[in-house]
């Protein structure tokens, strides 16, 4: 005779036993778990063990495996939990187990284990119980038996309340940024109206970090009366007179134009009002490829830096745009150190359909990857952002991706998507940022006037890797 223990609502609040008494032999109990990248990385940091097979997706990638997996006492955790909550459950004592790992669980696979008692011995209240894991695709991947001791009483209990686990990735995008940088010289920018405290002291800041040599593009009386209330020197800096910012808008752009600077700044004018010096072919500063913007983003539950783009400057880019809108931001991971990015073209859904012309131009552009028409990436579109940033997502909902939870480039429908989606990874998500416009024949900082100092003196950096990339080989 063979019994499962029933799964009773009463079980999320509490927990209670099978006394030794009840338990008969082939009685069973089971429950499933899917494996996520953070119960691999909850149990490197508890058990110590920081194996790369298990934690360093690169390093496992050239193995045979070809991706990380779950230590195998993962699974035996599990069955311990088992145990200590439903069979035999609260007060029972494991004394010894043995486990044989069968196959790796990986991401996004889901694992049910089960007990089955086998034998008891009523005179030491003891119990063996066969244990087996076996994942979705009924593939036993552990199995093993457990000696434990239960209890002779019931037991009854409030199920213990825990305090959540927040895991946060280190966040030193900046510190790498600038130690990037300190091989090189600094790069001439043309500081376009910085006429606020913040714009001052992000310039002065960039400059004493040894990456910019700026010149202030302004209204020379109002530069010097912000510097002063706000306790600046501008001693030493270059300051271009100019009575408006739509006159420093034009000057930045003419400097730019005549190789007197390397980049451009945003002060404290619109975004609209500095690329309307830029834009028009009359400037002389277009290249062949439509103007972009790429944020470069670090967020502390993501492990690796990435790039949302464009959610600045492309209201509601056509195909076409997009190829560019993604050859730029491939440029700019190989200009950052990644030299085979992966590029996710995100939608609201994995499937191609008609009416979303999202999902079309990213089926497009994965095709013209194919085709040699874009190169120095693997892309894979249309993923939703789920299934872009998470493995686990992925595999539950059967999708196969060499992008999947590692990509370095996402790559938005339109601007006022991208643009929330930056928005809501700094302000819930703890993100930080920097902004850069690239298909000029200079980078552009491009910020925002609510961001940090941070994040300015960030996207200065950038610029300067930029601007000496376009030494070597220009636009």
């Known amino acids: 005779?063979?019994?499962?223990?029933?799964?009773?609502?009463?079980?999320?609040?509490?927990?209670?036993?099978?006394?030794?008494?009840?338990?008969i032999i082939g009685e069973s109990a089971s429950l499933e778990r899917t494996l996520t990248a953070q119960d691999i990385q909850l149990f490197a940091l508890v058990s110590g063990d920081v194996n790369p097979l298990y934690v360093d997706p690169e390093f496992a990638a050239t193995t045979h495996f070809n991706t990380v997996f779950a230590h195998g006492m993962w699974g035996g955790a599990l069955i311990s939990a088992l145990i200590g909550t439903r069979l035999p459950g609260p007060g029972s004592v494991p004394?010894?187990?043995?486990?044989?790992?069968?196959?790796?669980?990986?991401?996004?696979?889901?694992?049910?284990?089960?007990?089955?008692?086998?034998?008891?011995?009523a005179a030491r209240y003891l119990l063996t119980l066969a244990c087996t894991g076996i994942n979705q695709e009924g593939v036993v991947v552990l199995e093993g038996e457990s000696l434990v001791h239960a209890a002779g009483e019931h037991?009854?209990?409030?199920?213990?309340?825990?305090?959540?686990?927040?895991?946060?990735?280190?966040?030193?995008?900046?510190?790498?940024?600038?130690?990037?940088?300190?091989?090189?010289?600094?790069?001439?920018?043309?500081?376009?109206?910085?006429?606020?405290?913040?714009?001052?002291?992000?310039?002065?800041?960039?400059?004493?970090?040894?990456?910019i040599d700026p010149?202030?593009?302004?209204?020379?009386?109002?530069?010097?009366?912000?510097?002063?209330?706000?306790?600046?020197?501008?001693?030493?800096?270059?300051?271009e007179d100019v009575p408006h910012s739509h006159a420093a808008a034009l000057r930045g752009a003419q400097m730019a134009r005549d190789g007197q600077v390397e980049a451009l700044m945003k002060g404290s004018l619109h975004t609209d009002e500095l690329m309307s010096a830029v834009v028009p072919s009359a400037a002389l500063l277009r290249t062949k490829r439509r103007i972009t913007h790429c944020f470069v983003m670090q967020t502390p539950f993501y492990?690796?830096?990435?790039?949302?783009?464009?959610?600045?400057?492309?209201?509601?880019?056509a195909l076409l745009d997009?190829?560019?809108?993604?050859?730029?931001?491939?440029?700019?991971?190989?200009?950052?150190?990644?030299?085979?990015?992966?590029?996710?073209?995100?939608?609201?859904?994995?499937?191609v359909n008609a009416n979303m012309p999202a999902t079309l131009d990213a089926a497009a552009l994965c095709k013209m990857a194919d085709r040699g028409q874009i190169t120095g990436a693997v892309l894979d579109g249309p993923l939703a952002f789920d299934n872009a940033i998470s493995l686990a997502a992925a595999r539950i909902k059967g999708i196969h991706s060499a992008v999947s939870g590692k990509a370095d480039i996402?790559?938005?429908?339109?601007?006022?998507?991208?643009?929330?989606?930056?928005?809501?990874?700094?302000?819930?998500?703890?993100?930080?940022?920097?902004?850069i416009v690239l298909g000029a024949k200079v980078p552009?900082?491009?910020?925002?006037?609510?961001?940090?100092?941070?994040?300015?003196?960030?996207?200065?950096?950038?610029a300067a890797l930029v601007a000496h990339h376009y030494r070597v080989t220009p636009p």
Request: with cysteine; aromatic share 2%.
């Open 95 to 121: 004394l010894g187990q043995t486990l044989k790992f069968l196959a790796p669980v990986r991401i996004g696979d889901t694992l049910t284990v089960s007990v089955t008692v086998t034998a008891r011995d």
């Open 410 to 435: 996402l790559v938005v429908p339109d601007l006022e998507s991208g643009n929330m989606l930056v928005k809501q990874l700094e302000y819930l998500g703890g993100a930080a940022s920097a902004g």
């Open 1 to 23: 005779m063979t019994r499962s223990i029933p799964v009773n609502t009463d079980d999320l609040e509490r927990i209670h036993n099978r006394s030794f008494e009840e338990i």
């Open 303 to 317: 492990p690796r830096p990435f790039i949302i783009t464009d959610a600045a400057i492309n209201i509601v880019p």
């Open 155 to 211: 037991i009854d209990v409030r199920r213990a309340s825990l305090p959540g686990i927040e895991l946060r990735h280190s966040a030193d995008g900046l510190n790498r940024l600038l130690q990037a940088c300190q091989t090189l010289e600094p790069i001439r920018v043309a500081v376009v109206h910085p006429c606020d405290d913040v714009s001052i002291k992000a310039v002065l800041d960039a400059r004493n970090a040894g990456l």
């Open 322 to 351: 997009k190829l560019d809108i993604v050859r730029n931001a491939i440029d700019l991971a190989h200009i950052l150190g990644v030299s085979n990015p992966h590029v996710a073209i995100l939608a609201a859904v994995e499937t």
């Open 215 to 239: 010149i202030l593009i302004g209204p020379r009386a109002k530069l010097e009366a912000l510097a002063a209330k706000g306790g600046h020197d501008l001693c030493g800096l270059t300051i």
């Open 444 to 462: 552009i900082v491009l910020t925002s006037r609510a961001d940090s100092v941070e994040s300015r003196i960030a996207s200065c950096a950038i």
